[in-house]
């Protein structure tokens, strides 16, 4: 399901001003992002939101506050959807907290993951490192979330996989990504990396 924005939207200033700390003083901010807004969303409100309702109501028709006799089911669904939201309250807390620890930031230089709220966790991986870019999507993140998993290797002598979790419109930020590193590893644009403004189209990355 693609989104209905052409293209991302540029950083704001806010951001910018947030972030400046990270970059070197020639860094550029192109894409600042996090967990997809519409897994998220679907899992707040399917999961979290809609039992809960389906609780209360139930209480209410219990204790005779409000009597639908058509629908007196209701009663026992609201006690199931309790409990599914019970069971899963702290993985749909978890999803709440990633969103705001977890930024994903590309610049003409490098991508930055930065996790965490009070403790930080920095993650760099230049461009001119990066090697191979996987993106790993369930049947579920691809026709529900529109998110996925991009595992990115850099090369070098501390080789490893970076993995960048349930990013929105993991196929467009690939593609992003795979466009800022070929033209870093040309040797013409080394230390001199493109901006927002020349060849690079940016794709639409929700946020």
Request: charged share 35%; hydrophobic share 30%; proline share 5%.
């Given at each position: 399901m693609a989104t209905s924005r052409a293209y991302h939207k540029p950083p704001?200033?806010?951001?910018?001003?947030?972030?400046?700390?990270?970059?070197?003083?020639?860094?550029?901010?192109i894409v600042v992002t996090t967990i997809g807004p519409r897994y998220m969303w679907f899992n707040l409100i399917?999961?979290?939101?809609?039992?809960l309702g389906l609780f209360y109501i139930s209480i209410f028709m219990l204790f005779g506050v409000i009597n639908i006799p058509q629908l007196d089911w209701l009663k026992y669904v609201g006690l199931v959807a309790m409990l599914l939201a019970l069971f899963k309250l702290r993985s749909t807390s978890g999803i709440l907290r990633k969103r705001q620890a977890n930024i994903y930031i590309v610049t003409n230089h490098r991508i930055l993951i930065i996790t965490?709220?009070?403790?930080?966790?920095?993650?760099t991986a230049p461009l001119d490192?990066?090697?191979?870019i996987t993106v790993?999507?369930?049947?579920?993140?691809r026709m529900v979330y529109n998110t996925g998993h991009l595992m990115i290797i850099t090369a070098g002598f501390d080789q490893r996989e970076i993995v960048v979790e349930h990013i929105a419109d993991p196929i467009k930020f690939k593609v992003l990504v795979e466009e800022l590193t070929?033209?870093?590893?040309?040797?013409?644009?080394?230390?001199?990396?493109?901006?927002?403004?020349?060849d690079i189209k940016i794709r639409a990355i929700s946020f």
């Open positions: 704001t200033e806010k951001q910018k001003k947030k972030l400046s700390k990270y970059l070197s003083s020639e860094e550029e901010l399917f999961l979290l939101l809609i039992p965490g709220i009070f403790s930080r966790k920095i993650i490192r990066i090697t191979h790993d999507q369930s049947v579920i993140q070929r033209n870093a590893d040309k040797p013409q644009n080394k230390g001199n990396l493109p901006s927002r403004d020349e």
